[in-house]
């Protein structure tokens, strides 16, 4: 009997699910979730197997043409998700499904394009892109369609190879490109003869007390010390020296072989993971949190439907405690656990105490990571092998079977929201979705609450769990500090590790009154003796900083020409590290002028400011201070959060100037400053989240100092002392915040009081642009005629950021009760759409 499945072939365009019938040969072998290969047309595409039906919904099906991984790639629960995903954000279900398959694993059908150059025309009779094309094919050979856009960028030459094709100046063969991933496989090396008769084989080694010698008898015993074949470099690691000739000598004499096996690419073999320590005892405001979370696990595990708990805990209080022990528990039940973070700068922290507590239990997932090491992640997280996943944004898709526990730290951060390229999605409503989908806990993590979240909790009865209170940590990693210093312990109650501490005391530094007793340097007189402070203490500070570079704009004091970029009409950042101004919308860049391009005058100037002229004030200020920098300048590079990270946290470097990266979940115990150069930046943008992301990252940075007994302070620079947020961020008083905003978001008609939808259009042409705006905002207005919807509409009017990366930026908002409803299954065209965007911007 004939066995029919329906396909997701992968291919944007094509939202729906295709019949095909499995050949005699791969019966038994394919099933829902199975990665295949299928002909579609005259192409050949790789394509998931979606699932069974009895009977096509085509009289003729074409059978699937090969098996490209015998393990499904997805999980029940993924593929319920991918179906959420499209439904909910609009999205083609390939896009939705792209997410949760390794970068290299997944392809598209391709063209390969051939040069017929017998049958060219004269060249002078091509137009320009057809010449480049004849001679990058003269040059290279045939090549397939994406290879051609990595060398004809920003040119579309794809009309001009169909007119070649068609004339027979070019052949083109579909294809689908094989993976760029899979196993690694190398050499390893192993011990060929019993460990008790290397001494016996001593005489064959070399000349009596010669270095090759006691060099080869160490590799000897190294591998006898090892339970598995290890790689050459590993090796000669292990014996402190070696070379591949003496692996040789070895090999020929049958004291060692050679094997070819798997090697799992392991992104924590780099990682420094701190020994196994006892877990520490629990405050009594923790046990009751404890206590609620041990008793929601149980009740998944008995097959029960539980809320969503929210982990209000102010910075400091020991969340990351409770998700230790919540995943202790999730283990002990024979289920998986998903572990969340924001930013990429928090794993490797994050990583480091869940590998200590579980060790051999851990796998990772960042962009940052390699094609490898992310398929590896992947392939042993399938199997079972790896029971706990820590991560970013994509480590929600790995496919977990048995999951049972997801964490979501730091939750309110934007970083969970993607929306550079399709899908855009809140990977917080995915994972609250993945959790009810395979009936797991959800923990929800912050010590600032997102606003919208929240009230939603109250509404629905989700569980809000609350820590109060911040807890002593890092005894020992202060003690000898305090003994230095004959200072005793800044504790505020009970006693051991279980003893309480307060929220570092905050100064509102009024810079207006600085200009005005003539202080004119970006330090506060009160800051920079707080700084003299610390370094005399041997201690150590943040200095935060949301804005990159030495200067964010260069203009003419002559005519007040402002340089800025050419493709995004945004002011260029001058960096002195680079000797550059760029932008950080786009990465455009050019030589900083020595006069100015509109009048020629050699009045132009740098103002402003961003971490790299902190950094040189600091320096010149300090001279003997010890400075590192974190920002995206100098995390560039792979492995560098890590490297940054640790330094600090050794105490290799006194003051750490950063941007958001250093504001959340870094727990290190000698900071006792923090200092806000500058508050306001964000606070005065037209978007209705300003305010709240204003007092989520002051609050956020601010918990980074006073986290052990040395206690701490934070100071923060402000022009606008008197906005609530910068008050009741300096109080460490997120509900009086939460109510403020509130009433702010009730007032305008904003979430969490309407649900947003918002139409992005960008194009190259402005009165192009402007059109189809117009175009569409008249198209949605018949569709709300039509529909009797209460939806209402904003626009269509430019982005704020109206001109980006070269392309101008048309948005329409749409506001309702769910006003995603209605652009549903129509025709969009070109519009992104963004459903509960946390940003209008």
Known sequence: MTTYVQVAVNLATLPELYDYHVPAELEGSIQPGSLVVVPFGRQVMQGVVWRYVSTPQVSETRPIGALLDPQPVLTAAQRQLAEWLANHYLAPLPVCIALMIPPGLSRQADTLLSLRAEALPPLETLSPIQRRLVDLLKDRGALRGAQIDAHIKGVDWRPAARRMTARGWLTAQPILPAPTVGPRRERLITLAIPPAQIDAHRSQLGRAGSAALERRLTLLKVLASQREPIAPAWLFTEAGGGTTADLKFLEERGLIRSLVGEVIRDPLERMDIPPLSEAPQLTREQQIVWDEVQTA?????????????????????????????????????????????????????????FAARFPGQVGVIHSKLSQGERYDTWRRARAGQLPIIVGARSALFTPLSALGLIVVDEFHDESFYQDEIPPAYHAVEAALMLARLSNSLILLGSATPDVSLMERARRSAWRILHLPERILAHRQAVQKQLERLGKPALLKTGEGESAHLDLPPVQVVDMRQELKAGNRSIFSRALESALEEVLEKQEQAILFLNRRGSATHVFCRECGFTLRCPRCEVPLVYHADAAALICHTCGYSRKMPVTCPQCSSRAIRQVGLGTERVEAEVKARFPHARVLRWDAETTRQKGTHELLLRHFSHHE????????????????????????????????????????RGFQLLTQVAGRAGRSPLGGRVILQTYIPEHYAIQTASRHDYEAFLER??????????????????????????AHAREEARRMANQIHAWIEQSGSTIEMSGPTPCFFAHRAGLYRWQIILRGAEPGALLRGKPLGDWQVQIDPPSLL
């Open 297 to 353: 696990l149980r009740r998944v595990q008995d097959g029960q439907g539980v809320p969503p708990h929210i982990l209000y805990g102010i910075t400091g209080s020991g969340k990351t405690e409770i998700y230790l022990r919540a995943v202790e528990e999730t283990l002990k039940m024979g289920r998986q656990a998903l572990i969340l973070v924001p930013e990429i700068s928090l794993t490797p922290q994050m990583v480091q105490r």
């Open 653 to 692: 470097a006194d003051i750490l100037i950063g941007t958001q990266m250093i504001a959340k979940g870094l727990d290190l115990p000698l900071v006792t400053l923090v200092g806000v150069i500058l508050a306001d930046i964000g606070l005065t943008l037209p978007d209705y989240r300003a305010a709240e």
């Open 741 to 766: 905003e509130l009433r702010e978001r009730r007032r305008l008609g904003y979430p969490p009081f309407v649900r947003l939808a918002r139409l992005e259009l960008r194009h190259a042409d402005p």
